[in-house]
């Protein structure tokens, strides 16, 4: 059984930083994408980033680029979102989560991923 578990996040003031971390267990994620989606009150879901464990190739949505940087720790199978320059829209529960891919293939919508963690609060204030 795959588990994902969130753990970070908060409350940061705009233009801080915050750190996002991910615990994967259950099997190797040598085959897998692992990515960060957020969900604002009253919207969709959107992807934020993503990265193949093993290929180490990344993606970023737009809105997040140059400010938000995904890196992996295999040693302790943590996949972590680290959060710079951070602005009042980036508010959202942020969300971990984990595909099964193809070569070095990451999936950008949600429905290409097969395991979600339960989401971390993440508030952005003047």
């Known amino acids: 059984q795959v588990h994902l578990v969130e753990s970070g996040g908060g409350l940061a003031q705009a233009g801080g930083s915050l750190r996002l971390s991910c615990a994967a267990s259950?099997?190797?994620?040598?085959?897998?994408?692992m990515g960060w989606f957020r969900q604002a009150p009253g919207k969709e879901r959107e992807f934020v980033a993503a990265?193949?464990?093993?290929?180490?190739?990344?993606y970023y949505a737009d809105s997040v680029k140059g400010r938000f940087t995904i890196s992996r720790d295999n040693a302790k199978n943590m996949v972590a979102l680290q959060m710079d320059s951070l602005k009042l829209e980036d508010t959202a529960v942020y969300y971990c989560?984990?595909?099964?891919?193809?070569?070095?293939?990451?999936?950008?919508?949600?429905?290409?991923?097969?395991?979600w963690g339960q989401g971390a609060q993440v508030t952005v204030s003047s």
């Open positions: 259950g099997r190797t994620f040598s085959s897998y994408a």
């Open positions: 989560a984990a595909s099964k891919t193809s070569g070095n293939l990451i999936p950008r919508l949600g429905y290409g991923y097969d395991y």
């Open positions: 990265m193949h464990w093993s290929y180490g190739n990344t």
